[in-house]
T-cell receptor, first 113, second 112 residues
């Protein structure tokens, strides 16, 4: 099976930078996704990594190291609206194929003034 | 606008009752998924379907059933065998394995 670990909670200051880490163990890694979820709402897609390295998209960047089973999501110039849960999800090619994801429990980020 | 529509937004179930959650998409996506989310938890996969008339169990399929008679529709039935059905249910779809899953707005199910 798969095991995905993320910190449960983080707090950061408006305007600052925060890094949310995700470590995973899987038998057939085939991509990692980051989603943002506000309370009571559906998750929205932020980023996707399948090769090692950094993917940048505006204020959000995501990094992947497949050899270390490690990813992080970097949020710059934090805004109050960034307060949300951030979900790391891993796609495993070994379990029947398709686009089936396993989600971590999420990191609840609180942005303070 | 293309998207995924889940209904109802809120649903209440009586003891011993089966209830069905609707999920419709007009994105022409082949694959559809049902997840359950409990407070403070991540998403857990209930069932998924990669093509019409075919579906597979996810990690927590017991007490649930699905059908995929049309590409656009993937309804989830929460049966009376599911003893702890109170949760937030999310439906998702994707058209390509390298594309992210798109989610509906969810259905919140509670026990009466």
């Amino acid at each position: 099976g798969q095991n995905i670990d993320q910190p449960t909670e983080m707090t950061a200051t408006e305007g600052a930078i925060v890094q949310i880490n995700c470590t995973y163990q899987t038998s057939g890694f085939n991509g990692l996704f980051w989603y943002q979820q506000h309370a009571g709402e559906a998750p929205t897609f932020l980023s996707y990594n399948v090769l090692d390295g950094l993917e940048e998209k505006g204020r959000f960047s995501s990094f992947l190291s497949r050899s270390k089973g490690y990813s992080y999501l970097l949020l710059k110039e934090l805004q109050m609206k960034d307060s949300a849960s951030y979900l790391c999800a891993v796609r495993d090619q070994g379990r029947g194929g398709g686009n089936k994801l396993t989600f971590g429990t999420g990191t609840q980020l609180k942005v303070e003034l | 606008d293309g998207g995924i529509t889940q209904s109802p937004k809120y649903l209440f179930r009586k003891e011993g009752q089966n209830v069905t959650l609707s999920c419709e998409q007009n994105l022409n996506h082949d694959a559809m998924y049902w997840y359950r989310q409990d407070p403070g938890q991540g998403l857990r996969l209930i069932y998924y379907s990669q093509i019409v008339n075919d579906f597979q169990k996810g990690d927590i399929a017991e007490g649930y059933s699905v059908s995929r008679e049309k590409k656009e529709s993937f309804p989830l039935t929460v049966t009376s065998a599911q003893k702890n059905p109170t949760a937030f249910y999310l439906c998702a779809s994707t058209g390509d394995r390298d594309q992210p899953q798109h989610f509906g707005d969810g259905t919140r199910l509670s026990i009466l």
